[in-house]
T-cell receptor, first 113, second 116 residues
């Protein structure tokens, strides 16, 4: 079974804090993704990575950065958290290729006060 | 531009009713993939089905069935004899080709509430 885990299910941070969200997959997938989910907007892609140390911006990268030092781990960083970054964050991974299925982690609900 | 539309924001049914969730997509690609995911209250997106653009056969898996029609750019999902455990948000997604990876474009989701 594919296993994608995220470091926290719930997180509360203050405005201006630096926030790290961690994602780990155990299926040797090349691709990893970070999405945010907001009511009425569906899932929107923040960043993705197709290899170690490789990253590409998604649709809404502003205010975020990512790090992929190891194949199994993909981190999302909020350099200075703001209240409009309160959201559900979902990590996914997959093999390379348009036909490949993305498998998702349980999500992290982040509240920025 | 590629786009996925799930016009039904919320649907409420009573247990044992059949329900169809609509998905309409737009793409210029001739080869593409469509997906359905289920998101129960726990939050994790669960993969349900993947269909490629060359395979228009309908698919049935237990109480679930999918109707793919290229002529209307639709990939609808039907649950037969719905159960309370089917209550979830359902997302339809389109795989965007090109580049080094398989980016997905998601619809906004349909919240299905099955009442006992």
């Amino acid at each position: 079974d594919v296993k994608v885990t995220q470091s926290s299910r719930y997180l509360v941070k203050r405005t201006g804090e630096k926030v790290f969200l961690e994602c780990v997959q155990d299926m040797d997938h090349e691709n990893m993704f970070w999405y945010r989910q907001d009511p009425g907007l569906g899932l929107r892609l923040i960043y993705f990575s197709y290899d170690v140390k490789m990253k590409e911006k998604g649709d809404i990268p502003e205010g975020y950065s990512v790090s992929r030092e190891k194949k199994e781990r993909f981190s999302l960083i909020l350099e200075s958290a703001s209240t409009n970054q309160t959201s559900m964050y979902l990590c996914a991974s997959s093999f390379r290729g348009a036909q490949e299925t993305q498998y998702f982690g349980p999500g992290t609900r982040l509240l920025v006060l | 531009a590629q786009k996925v539309t799930q016009a039904q924001t919320e649907i409420s049914v009573v247990e044992k009713e059949d329900v169809t969730l609509d998905c309409v997509y737009e793409t210029r690609d001739t080869t593409y993939y469509l997906f359905w995911y289920k998101q129960p209250p726990s939050g994790e997106l669960v993969f349900l089905i993947r269909r490629n653009s060359f395979d228009e056969q309908n698919e049935i898996s237990g109480r679930y069935s999918w109707n793919f029609q290229k002529s209307t750019s639709s990939f609808n999902f039907t649950i037969t004899a719905s159960q309370v455990v089917d209550s979830a948000v359902y997302f339809c997604a389109l795989s965007e080709l090109g580049g080094a990876t398989n980016k997905l474009i998601f619809g906004t989701g349909t919240l299905l509430a099955v009442q006992p």
